[in-house]
């Protein structure tokens, strides 16, 4: 069955270190990845996304993910945190059932900053 | 500018009332979706419509009913409200191809 798996409840980094949110999933074919970023209270801002081709992906923000087929992960990477970046990240995969299908989204990550 | 709107932000209301949330979006998609969000965060698609069509019906209770006027607009009305359907609801919508989704404000459900 297609699933997301992040195995990060919370994480907390200190400004300007670097981080790394991970994402696994399973998924039947070749699949289309998300990462979301949620502020308290706010909606589902996409920070970017990977269809195809070069698997070194570039989003907003100053965030990249990487795709690799053979760890099934599309992990979300940044090279130095800033406070505002504190929200709730969210990895999925889609799309799942047929090819108007919904995205199947992981429990998210929350992450804290430390000044 | 909004690109997906929804009203109301709030919505604070009794058990065994019905109401309606209302979404729509500018951007011309063909495809919108309404997403569930539990206290513990965790998002799960409700419906999913295509050109005013249903694509997709989750497991949700028949109290749920989506309504799409046009291709634009996605409604969720919902029927004899239980204290278990306070969450967060988003739209959403994407195009046909390819399929990023963009979400949304949301609607914070709270039923008393």
């Known amino acids: 069955a297609q699933s997301v798996t992040q195995p990060d409840i919370h994480i907390t980094v200190s400004e300007g270190a670097s981080l790394e949110l991970r994402c696994n999933y399973s998924?039947?074919?070749?699949?289309?990845l998300f990462w979301y970023v949620q502020s308290p209270g706010q909606g589902l801002q996409l920070l970017l996304k990977?269809?195809?081709?070069?698997?070194l992906v570039q989003g907003i923000k100053g965030f990249e993910a990487e795709f690799k087929r053979s760890q099934s992960s599309f992990n979300l990477r940044k090279p130095s945190v800033h406070w505002s970046d504190a929200a709730e990240y969210f990895c999925a995969v889609g799309p799942y059932g047929g090819s108007q299908g919904n995205l199947i989204f992981g429990k998210g990550t929350k992450l804290s900053v430390k000044p | 500018d909004t690109a997906v709107s929804q009203t109301p932000k709030y919505l604070v209301t009794q058990m065994g009332n019905d109401k309606s949330i209302k979404c729509e979006q500018n951007?011309?998609?063909?495809?919108m979706y309404w997403y569930k969000q539990d206290s513990k965060k965790f998002l799960k698609i409700m419906f999913s419509?295509?050109?005013?069509?249903?694509?997709i019906n989750e497991t949700v209770p028949n109290r749920f009913s989506p309504k799409s006027p046009d291709k634009a607009h996605l409604n969720l009305h919902i029927n004899s409200l239980e204290l278990g359907d306070s969450a967060v609801y988003f739209c959403?919508?994407?195009?046909?191809?390819?399929?990023?989704?963009?979400f949304g404000p949301g609607t914070r459900l709270l039923v008393l």
């Open positions: 959403a919508s994407s195009p046909t191809s390819p399929r990023a989704q963009y």
């Open positions: 419509y295509n050109n005013k069509e249903l694509i």
């Open positions: 990977y269809f195809s081709g070069d698997t």
């Open positions: 998924y039947g074919a070749t699949p289309y």
């Open positions: 951007l011309g998609h063909d495809t």
